[in-house]
């Protein structure tokens, strides 16, 4: 054996434990950004879907405000059923306002 062998196997033996090393490394590395990825993008979408919850509240919370107000505004019975249809028209397709008199049922306006 000449003295560059013993040199050789060395250098061959760190090149692999360097090379494990690098690749451990590499898939610790990845490992940790995709778990921070993750963790960040569940917590944006968790501020998001929140604030979506929010507005939403919000938006209908002042949707029936301005319905109570219509309907105290109403003059008469027929301003009352036409603003009852025009406040329901955005839950629903098709709505109709029914009226009770001495026992009896009847469609007053329907839309």
């Known amino acids: 054996m000449t003295p ?3 040199t050789a196997t ?3 033996v760190c090149e692999e ?3 494990r090393l690098i690749e451990d490394l590499e898939q610790g590395v990845e490992s940790e950004v995709e778990s921070r990825v993750t963790v960040a993008m569940e917590a944006t979408v968790r501020g998001a879907v929140s604030d ?12 029936l405000n301005q319905a109570v107000r219509r309907l105290r505004q109403a003059d008469d019975v027929d301003d009352v059923y036409s603003v009852l249809l025009d406040v329901t028209a955005p839950f629903c397709e098709q709505a109709a306002v029914f009226s009770v008199h001495e026992k009896q049922a009847r469609a007053d306006v329907g839309a």
């Open 10 to 12: 060395w250098r061959r």
């Open 17 to 19: 434990y360097f090379s």
């Open 4 to 6: 560059a062998a013993p």
């Open 52 to 63: 979506a919850v929010g507005e939403s509240r919000r938006a209908l919370a002042e949707e």
